[in-house]
């Protein structure tokens, strides 16, 4: 038993100094991104194209971006022209009803029983460094709430963040995780 030990032991220790040598670094956030070549990104200021939202919706967006990129990557935030470029537009904002409650009563309206929240957002991605990682593609996600115990304006602020969140993630394995 201590020999088959010894032996895995010899054979990871020997697997990391193998994969060590490689240039492209594999981190705890899956990234798949050349530090060597790759070291700056930027992103402009998003838009709100949607028609409703927040007020300042938009720019909270943009500053999450470029926070998630500085968290989970070694790169440099750039005012312009970074090696990864991010630009866009929050391109939708919609409430649609889900599920319908009834009143019970014939002269009273059935009314929605949960709300759904979704955000869209369109994201051009431009990687100087190779061009056929460039993406133009629109990221959505939705949260859920129920209008008869809150209101939009007592949840929109968790709701909006959640779905940010979501989007930052699926934007981030879209472009550096290349799963």
Do not use: H
């Amino acid at each position: 038993m201590k020999s088959i030990n010894k032996l895995l032991t010899a054979y990871l220790f020997g697997s990391l100094l193998v994969f060590s040598g490689c240039s492209v670094q594999y981190g705890f956030s899956g990234t798949t991104i050349d530090y060597e070549q790759v070291k700056t990104f930027s992103v402009e200021n998003f838009f709100n194209d949607s028609g409703g939202g927040p007020a300042n919706m938009e720019q909270r967006f943009t500053e999450s971006l470029k926070e998630f990129y500085q968290r989970n990557t070694r790169l440099e935030l750039t005012r312009t022209n970074g090696d990864l470029q991010f630009a866009g537009a929050i391109s939708r904002y919609t409430l649609t009803p889900q599920s319908a409650v009834s009143s019970g009563n014939a002269n009273v309206p059935d009314r929605a029983g949960q709300m759904r929240l979704t955000i869209a957002i369109e994201v051009e991605y431009i990687n100087t460094t190779n061009e056929e990682e460039n993406l133009r593609r629109t990221f959505s996600f939705f949260q859920d709430y129920d209008p008869r115990s809150v209101t939009l304006l007592d949840v929109e602020s968790q709701l909006v963040e959640e779905i940010f969140e979501n989007i930052l993630q699926d934007i981030f394995t879209a472009t550096v995780a290349n799963w």
